[in-house]
C-alpha cells in the first residue's frame, strides 16, 4: 500500500459501547475523531478501513487461550467469579464487566493485526482506537484486555519487518510492552511517561537487552521539553537503529486538560512527534492510547491524523467539525464544567512552551549516552 496513501482503522463499535457511567472510558473517543475528521473533509472512504474482529486464534499470539475464554465467560455471562476476577483481573475498577469487553478490545486488536499486513510493502496506518500497552498474556490491567501493539509488533514481523521501533508517549508506561520486548535485540522501545505515576514501572535504569529507553518525566512537563526529548533520546534512537518499521503510541493523557495525569503539554507535541518519527522507516503505524478529557482526546488525535495526510490544520474549526465537538458530553467531571472556548472552536491548542528544567536534562544524558554507545552495535 506504499502508493495508497495513509489508511484510518475505526469501527462504529466505539460509539455505542463504554466501561460504565463511572469509568474514565465513559467518553467517546473514536467515533469523535471520526466524526470531526468526516467533518474537516479529511476521512473520504478510500482513506477509512472498517477494523475487523480478531478471533482468538489470532489474539493467542500473545495472550493465554485460559484468559482469551475467561474474558469471553465474562462478556457472554456479564458476571465474572471471583477466583476469574483474582485469577485474571477482570470485573475490577479498572477493567470492569460491560456489555462489550470482548468484542471492544478485540476490534481493536484486529485493527493492530491488519495493520501488520497493510504495511507488508510500506505505508502508514492510523488506529486510534489501539494503544492498549499495559495488557499482559493471561490479565487485564490499566483499562487494558488486550495489548494490541503487541499484537501489532508481531504481525508486523510476520509480514516481514523484521526490526521494529515502538515509541510511546502516553503518560504511563508501557509496562505490558515492555514485559514482551524487553530481551528482544529486534525491538526498540523508547517510553516517555510521567514519574511515580501507575503503573510505577519503566524506571530510567531499565535497560531490557539493552535497547530499553525509559525517560520518567516531572510533573508539568511543558512543550519545550518535550521537544528537547524528541531532538535528545526519540529521533537519534530511532534513527540509529534503523528499523523496517516504527509503531508510535501516542496517548492524549500527557495533554494539560486530561484529568489522569500532570502533565502540561500542548496537541501541537504530540503532531509534532508524528510528523519527525514518519520518514525513519518505510512501515508506519500510529496508534492511540490514553486520553480522558475527550474534548482533547478528539482534537489531539484528529490533528494527528491531518498530521499523517499532509493537511493543513486550521486555524478555527468549520462549523460543523465545531458542532462536533459541543454534541459531546462529559458528565461527572470538574473540567467539564466550564470548558475553554478553544476546545470546541480550535484544533491547535496555544503552544506551552515553558524551561527545559536541569534534572530533566540530566536523565537525558544519561540515556544519550546509552544511545550513542548502542549505535555502535547496530551499525
Keep these: 500500500m506504499t502508493d495508497a496513501g495513509p489508511v484510518f482503522l475505526g469501527s462504529e463499535i466505539y460509539r455505542r459501547s463504554s466501561y460504565g457511567g463511572w469509568h474514565p472510558l465513559r467518553v467517546p473517543r473514536v467515533s469523535t475523531v471520526m466524526d470531526l475528521s468526516r467533518a474537516l473533509g479529511w476521512l473520504p472512504r478510500d482513506r477509512f478501513r472498517t477494523s475487523p474482529r480478531a478471533k482468538p486464534a489470532a ?61 507488508a510493502r510500506g505505508g ?47 503518560a504511563h508506561h508501557c509496562d505490558g510492552v515492555e514485559a514482551a520486548f524487553a530481551d528482544d535485540p529486534e525491538a526498540l522501545l523508547v517510553s516517555v511517561h510521567e514519574e511515580r505515576r501507575w503503573p510505577f514501572t519503566g524506571a530510567l535504569e531499565e535497560a531490557g537487552a539493552g535497547q530499553v529507553y525509559n525517560l520518567p518525566v516531572p510533573r508539568g512537563l511543558n512543550d519545550s521539553e518535550m521537544r528537547a526529548v524528541l531532538q535528545a533520546l526519540i529521533l537519534p534512537a530511532v534513527a540509529g537503529f534503523a528499523p523496517d518499521a516504527v509503531v508510535l503510541q501516542c496517548g492524549a493523557d500527557a495533554l494539560e486538560e486530561d484529568p489522569l495525569s500532570r502533565l502540561a503539554l500542548s496537541n501541537n507535541v504530540h503532531c509534532g512527534v508524528v510528523a519527525a518519527l514518519r520518514p525513519l522507516a518505510p512501515r508506519y503505524l500510529v496508534l492511540g492510547g490514553g486520553g480522558y478529557n475527550p474534548w482533547a482526546v478528539g482534537r489531539c488525535w484528529t490533528g494527528v491524523w491531518g498530521t499523517l495526510l499532509g493537511a493543513e490544520l486550521p486555524d478555527r474549526l468549520p462549523a460543523e467539525a465545531e458542532a462536533v465537538l459541543r454534541a459531546v458530553e462529559w458528565r461527572g467531571n470538574s473540567r467539564a464544567r466550564n470548558p475553554a472556548a478553544a476546545l470546541f472552536e480550535t484544533l491547535r491548542d496555544a503552544p506551552r512552551e515553558g524551561a527545559v528544567r536541569a534534572e530533566l536534562r540530566d536523565r537525558l544524558a544519561v540515556l544519550e549516552a546509552r544511545v550513542r554507545a548502542a549505535a555502535l552495535r547496530w551499525v
Design 124 to 170: 502508514v496506518v492510523y488506529s486510534p482506537a489501539g494503544g492498549t500497552h499495559h495488557g499482559l498474556p493471561g490479565r487485564a490491567a490499566g483499562f487494558c484486555y488486550l495489548n494490541d501493539p503487541v499484537l501489532a509488533i508481531l504481525s508486523l514481523r510476520a509480514h516481514g519487518a523484521r526490526r521494529v521501533a515502538y515509541v510511546d508517549i502516553d
Design 59 to 119: 489474539l493467542a499470539a500473545w495472550h493465554r487461550p485460559d484468559y482469551l475464554a475467561a474474558l469471553q465467560r465474562a462478556e457472554a455471562a456479564q458476571a465474572v467469579t471471583e477466583a476469574e476476577r483474582a485469577a485474571y483481573g477482570l470485573g475490577t475498577p479498572s477493567n470492569p464487566v460491560f456489555a462489550e469487553m470482548y468484542r471492544r478490545p478485540a476490534t481493536a486488536a484486529g485493527a493492530s493485526i491488519l495493520a501488520g499486513e497493510l504495511l
